[in-house]
């Protein structure tokens, strides 16, 4: 039985161009409880030079498989990971460390230095933009400010 077979049955496939290895690292690094769990090399017959093909790997218990499939394809905004945070603190650290030669963005919302969007959200951020004014609030935002969005909802 191939490491394939024991994978959840839908698990995210992130295309890199050619710096998979480098990516997997940087995510390793920036979640706690993560693993590389299997890496498939390159035989030489495809279209990409790289000598890894794909990288399996977990992050906080979310498998996701990384190929260096070269520069065909890019990330956009179209599809995100959204990080649920249980404090400011954990926004602040994920802000960061994913944020660091990425880009900020509208909301919650960055790009790490792969190109990759991600979301960065205070657990109760759902009940708190029932708030007509936490949700503008919000809106005016780039990372969450969890007091501040709070204050506002009990205004």
């Not at 990384?66 to 179209?78: H, Q, R, S, V």
């Amino acid at each position: 039985m191939s490491a394939f077979e024991k994978y959840p049955r839908i698990t995210p496939f992130l295309w890199f161009d050619n710096n998979a290895e480098d990516a997997v690292n940087f995510y390793l690094s920036v979640f706690k409880n993560s693993r590389r769990l299997e890496i498939v090399h390159n035989t030489g017959d495809g279209p990409v030079p790289a000598s890894i093909l794909t990288i399996a790997f977990e992050l906080d218990g979310q498998t996701f498989t990384a190929i260096n499939g070269g520069p065909l394809f890019k990330f956009t905004e179209a599809v995100s990971f959204v990080i649920r945070c249980d404090s400011q603190e954990e926004v602040d650290d994920y802000w960061a460390k994913l944020s660091a030669g990425g880009s900020d963005g509208q909301c919650g919302w960055l790009k790490d230095k792969f190109g990759l969007s991600w979301q960065i959200v205070p657990a109760r951020l759902p009940d708190l933009i029932k708030n007509p004014s936490a949700m503008q609030a919000m809106l005016k935002m780039k990372k969450l400010d969890l007091a501040e969005l709070e204050r506002v909802a009990e205004e």
